[in-house]
């Protein structure tokens, strides 16, 4: 800043030629190699036929050096022409920077630091941009950085090729975490409660175990929720500061001032008259319960969410809740006062970044549109919606004033991933391998079109299908969807059976009320049964030829806060399928619920808990057996698919009626440097019974269950998965399936 204000000062000094509000009749500009007459024009704010004064001559002086092109700028104003000559700052041709191996932060330096190629070159800039480095690094736990540059200037060019050298050394490790002041938690609860870690040599995957600014801040404020929410309302983590200990290692210290316990009291609602009270009744009916309760942060911003979720249902698009606070002794009364807030409207919609994907695919899946009242619940459930496409690595939206004070113009700004995938898929078990791959295009022509075509093979099967999704069809915010299948399987060996089907789909799904959404389907398919005199009884009163049309049905609630990686809400699935014509009609009915839930304020550690049931019923025959009902990998992880439940003869022949419990606990980013590696531990628990013709064969009794690790990687190509299963508990006849593996889509 200093060489800066020294720079003007001593052009304004040469400033020569008289100035007395003369006008500018002609520009005479020199020494510029690079930049053009027309941009010196620009900058400079001044226009021919202008008058020009002595204070217009000194901002043309700041304005031009403000752009950085200029080593030195000098100016001369006589008979009304004005004379600017300059001597450019070199340009960087060459921009190095060397001593990282981690090139996403190579690339994050670059983008923080104002020097780039082909940007002109200032000492001084070089100076700032160094330090910002330093403070970057530290930033990230690199306290003993060594930083240095070196330039190699072309004069007949006037460029410069840039190096800057960085020796990282080794990150500063935090080898105690101490909390100083009254103790009302104890300090094991604490390190719990925040992110950063103490480094042991156990903790060798964790990024959380050394100095980082950006932690150290979450921290303050995890802190200060903890105590929020356990009724500290004064609480005050004062200051933080780390101490040196030895060699790379830290303390990190923090100063807690926790002040007294607070409770709560009386509570009020206080509505704009045109409001229903009724509506607020559930709010009301929480403060009784309240009163006398320890006070709790996330107890007030509870009611605060659920005022947001009457005020979206009942479209009262212009509202605001604040908190007035009274405090009597250790009781603090609240009074929630709503009222109308200032209304603002979306003037418009900018996109960016969609250079394969056609705007109207990303403009569909927004909920609010221009005009519109600007209403933040429903602008960020559009920007899941968009994410969830699953087309894109980043959905990122800027609010910005629009052309006056009730206007809002909003940039997103998306990052396209590739679409196309390749999957294989993989099981290792007791009785041999399961093979399936695919190919799946999620953006054809950049319309948003689903194209999936995958197969599955085993020793005795094969089976293929291909999937084709066409959202927002004929523009009615319905996806259409179609899919032809085909199987073959051969059992004449070992069971005397073979079974050959194909089949024909069409569909579509639509949001018939807020999150609730319907599925109708019908289902064409042709199926052939031979058997030999090794099949059972059963099977060969089953041979033959069916001809099957279903209709099926499918409503669905999904009220998870995001669709990819999803840390809270639930997921809610029944779905029916109806015979219309068919040659042994059946009926099946399936019900199915997953909740989500963080476990952790500290980490993003997720569990879910998932119940399926399903269950078929022949109308006029025994259920034949490709309608009977198998345990799926996914659902009972461990065993082989089609290898577990009841028996007849040596053969696997399914169950009517089926049901499944899977918990599992999911922590994402647990190893540093892969940010998209997720690690979870599950239990699975199901079973499969029920057998129309003989109730001997009924294997209810024998419930499954296992318990393993599943990692999951996403990669460039798609989700990579491995699971290890171990079977708890299983029938002497199932078959266990180890290892499985997925790469891209299971199918």
Known sequence: MKNFLLKIALSIFLITGSVNGEILNKFDISGNKRISDETIIIFSELKVNEDVSKSKLDQ????????????????????????????????????????????????????????????????????????????????????????????????????????????????????????????????????????????????????????????????????????????????????????????????????????????????????????????????????????????????????LEDINDIALSKQYEFINASLKEEILGDKIDFKIIISESEKFYIEKINIKGNFTTLEEVIRNNLIVDEGDAFNEILFNKSLNNIQSLGIFKKVEAEINEGSNSSLKKIDLEIEERPTGEISLTA???????????????????????????????????????????????????????????????????????KTSEIGFSLGTRFEQFQNIFLRPEVDFLIEDLETSSKASSTLKKQEGSYTDLYFN???????????????????????????????????????????????????????????????????????????????????????????????ENNDYIGGNHLSSLNLSATLPNVVQGLDNLDVGVFFDAANLWGIDYDSSLDDKSTIRSSTGVALNLLTPIGPLSFSFANALSKASSDKTETFRFNLGTQF
Do not use: C
């Open 60 to 303: 043309v002086i700041k304005n031009l050096y403000k752009t950085n092109f200029f080593k030195s700028i000098s100016l001369n104003f006589d008979n009304n022409i004005l004379s600017i000559q300059v001597e450019e700052n070199p340009i960087i041709e060459n921009l190095e920077i060397t001593g990282i191996k981690k090139q996403s932060l190579v690339e994050f330096i670059k983008s923080k630091i104002r020097l780039a190629e082909m940007r002109s070159f200032d000492e001084e800039l070089l100076s700032s941009d160094l330090d910002l480095i330093d403070n970057i690094l530290k930033t990230n736990g690199y306290y003993f950085t060594e930083i240095s540059s070196s330039k190699n200037i072309n004069d007949s060019l006037n460029t410069v090729d840039l190096k800057i050298d960085i020796k990282l050394g080794e990150k500063a490790r935090i080898n105690k975490i101490v909390f100083l002041g009254k103790k009302i938690f104890k300090d094991k609860r604490l390190k719990e409660v925040i992110a950063s870690e103490e480094h042991r040599f156990w903790k060798f995957i964790s990024k959380n175990v050394y100095i980082n600014q950006e932690l150290i801040n979450l921290d303050k404020r995890l802190l200060t929720n903890y105590f929020k929410n356990n009724g500290y309302y004064n609480v005050k983590v004062e200051n933080s500061f780390v101490e040196f200990d030895k060699e790379s290692n830290f303390n990190l210290i923090y100063n807690i001032t926790p002040g007294k316990k607070f409770f709560f009291n009386n509570f009020s609602l206080n509505l704009p008259t045109d409001y229903d009270p009724e509506l607020f009744e559930r709010i009301s009916k929480k403060f009784p319960k309240l009163k006398g309760k320890t006070y709790s942060l996330l107890k007030i911003n509870d009611i």
């Open 553 to 647: 049905y499918s409503i669905n609630q999904d009220l998870r806060d995001k669709k990819f990686r999803t840390e809270d809400g639930y997921v809610t699935t029944f779905t029916q399928e109806l015979p219309v014509i068919s040659d042994n009609s059946e009926i099946s009915n399936a019900f199915e619920v997953t909740k989500y839930k963080k476990l952790s304020t500290t980490s993003k550690m997720v569990g879910k808990v998932s119940f399926f049931g399903k269950t078929v019923t022949g109308l006029s025959d025994d259920v034949r057996i490709s309608k009977r009902l198998n345990i799926p990998s996914s659902r009972l992880r461990g065993f082989q698919r089609g290898k577990v439940g009841p028996i």
């Open 427 to 497: 099981g290792f078990g007791t009785t041999g391998e399961t093979l399936g791959g695919g190919i799946r295009e999620n953006n054809f022509l950049g319309k948003g079109i689903r194209l999936d075509t995958n197969i599955e093979l085993t020793p005795e099967s094969i089976k293929g299908r291909f999937i084709y999704s066409k959202p927002n069809f004929n523009y009615s915010d319905n996806t259409l969807f179609t899919s032809i299948k085909s199987s073959s399987s051969d059992f004449m060996t070992d069971s005397g059976y």
